[in-house]
């Protein structure tokens, strides 16, 4: 089965039609409650595996993510908690929305991308925010936003000091970052982390249901039955009439593990959503995809678990030349 790149290129009117549901989705959250309590299940998560893998606890770690996003809840989570956290995206998140901030990420997202963030930050990003703050209170802890832990640049061409880290961590990036960009980067995290470090990185693989990035079939709406879509179950690998509002690399699991195994051992894969959307496997469905193993398809978000080599072959070369130590 061959994977080919999509472009991203896609028309300004898909591109609005696809920013209008987004939007409408956000209105909607609006008047829902936020919670936040998965994301600090998922950050218990990672000092759960810190500590089986590396000993230490994310309280005594140095952590770094990649790609925080539009709304950093997790890097400002961990800073709030008093965890020595920083990490890196590609656009200028809008922390105070202070017109400097505002006029920056214009000029460096480019008036669309900006513009969404700004309507965002208006609409959500302030309740949510309040929220935050109220269940950081409950754990002791004051919301605290520190600008210069928020570095704006491209990860795959980051210059960072060596054996720095003992966490680096990753969502719903690397699906986002061209295949050559990324053979850049796995060996610069490999390197920015300490030799027993750990890397946790997430993409949204995209030979499962949700690969596609189609608002159709987004997570949880492929539970919902009552959804009316133009799209069909795995359009992305059939007809592929809708092309999504995003750049996507297109790469399946094992792709990934090809390339994270190249730096890292790969201690483990968790599918965080197994067998999602079999209900739609069948008929043509199941014919079109007959090329596609189930591993792949029943994929979406796979949590590598990750070792640096350099931690393997410092551990063999002590242990062979134990004045090493
Ligand atoms: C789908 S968002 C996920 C954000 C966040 N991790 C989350 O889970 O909400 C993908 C993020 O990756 C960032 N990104 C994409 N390519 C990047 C790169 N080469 N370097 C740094 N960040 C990048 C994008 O700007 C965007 O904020």
């Known amino acids: 089965v061959k994977f080919s790149p999509s472009t991203a290129d896609v028309s300004i009117l898909r591109k609005g039609a696809e920013n209008v549901k987004l939007l409408r989705t956000h209105v909607r959250g609006r008047y829902a409650p936020v919670q936040f309590s998965s994301m600090f299940d998922q950050l218990e998560e990672y000092d759960t595996r810190l500590h089986e893998q590396t000993g230490r606890r994310l309280r005594q770690a140095q952590v770094f993510e990649i790609g925080y996003g539009a709304r950093p809840w997790r890097l400002i989570a961990l800073v709030s908690m008093g965890i020595d956290a920083s990490g890196v995206d590609v656009e200028v998140p809008l922390l105070s929305g202070g017109w400097r901030e505002v006029l920056e990420a214009f000029r460096r997202n480019g008036s669309q991308r900006a513009l969404k963030s700004l309507v965002r930050h208006m609409l959500v990003d302030k309740r949510e925010r309040s929220v935050l703050a109220q269940e950081l209170q409950q754990r002791g802890c004051d919301l605290r936003i520190e600008a210069s832990r928020f570095l704006v640049s491209d990860a795959t061409s980051l210059d960072l000091p060596d054996d720095q880290f003992d966490l680096i961590f990753s969502e719903d990036v690397f699906e986002h970052i061209a ?41 949880p709406s492929v539970l919902d039955p009552t959804v009316k879509r133009k799209s069909a179950p795995w359009e992305h690998l059939r007809a592929r009439r809708f092309p999504p509002n995003t750049f996507l690399n297109e790469l399946g699991r094992s792709q990934y ?67 090493l130590r």
């Open 257 to 323: 593990r090809e390339l994270l195994a190249q730096e890292f051992a790969i201690v483990e894969e968790v599918v965080l959503l197994p067998d999602l959307g079999r209900e739609y496997l069948t008929g043509d469905v199941a014919r079109d995809l007959s090329g596609y193993p189930e591993e792949e398809l029943f994929s979406n978000k796979v949590l590598f678990v990750l070792r640096p080599n350099k931690g393997k072959s410092l551990s063999l070369a002590r242990s062979a030349f134990p004045e």
């Open 179 to 219: 295949t050559p960009s990324l053979e850049a980067l796995v060996p610069r995290m490999a390197k920015w982390l300490k030799p027993d470090g750990l890397a946790l990185i997430s993409p949204n693989v995209f030979t499962g249901i949700l690969g596609g990035h189609l608002s159709e079939w987004s997570y």
